[in-house]
């Protein structure tokens, strides 16, 4: 089912929050508050949200430009809490890319593509060789499912063409944690389908880890 979009402003503050709940307790209390709650953020949680102009200080509601969006809002916060979830519940890599990996494998499994491809794009620009590929294919696939979820055929199955293709020019293992073979494996129904000009019915697939 295609879900309407969130504006530009909301959208990157979203994913700016979501990303810092992975690791960070006072944006997860943001989530929290987003979801569930019409009593006062805690103070944290308030600066977080501030900061990234959902309330105004002192306020214990969205701004009025993103109210009309409050339940796509705490169904998108319902998905980042559970990749939240799912990512603290593995030991945690030190090494950026490995971490970053994780990040994305959490949010992909929610279908928070937008946010796959912000926390992937951060350590794909200083990349290099079979690496900076292998980013840039899986991003690319995971921005497809994006435009997919907003009724952009014809960009999702473009970029599905060139992200598959990317992926499958690097060794399988040149993603630390990510199974690249099983990406494919998996995109495969989904590729054949848009190329035929079908709409795909099935939900994206998990991604696997390694």
Known sequence: MDRPGFSLP???????????????????QALVWLETSTDDPPPAAAARL???HL??????????????????????V??????????????????????AIQHAVALWNEQLFFEVHEVLEAVWRTATGDVRQGLQ???QIAVAFHHLAHGNQRGARSLLVEGRARVASVPADA????????????????AAALASGQRP???????VSR
């Open 175 to 190: 993603l630390p944690g990510l199974d690249l073979p099983a990406l494919l494996q998996a995109t495969a129904p989904l």
């Open 78 to 99: 319902g998905r980042a809490l559970r990749a939240m979830a799912a990512f603290r519940q593995q030991p945690a890599a030190w090494e950026p890319l490995a971490r």
């Open 201 to 207: 019915v099935a939900p994206p697939p998990r991604i």
């Open 137 to 139: 294919g899986v991003i």
């Open 55 to 76: 309330i105004d200080p002192g306020e214990r509601r969205l701004l009025a430009v993103h109210a009309p969006h409050a339940l796509r809002v705490s169904d998108h």
């Open 50 to 52: 501030t900061a990234v």
């Open 10 to 28: 909301l959208r990157n503050a979203l994913a700016e929050l979501v990303i810092a709940a992975l690791e960070d307790d006072d944006a997860a």
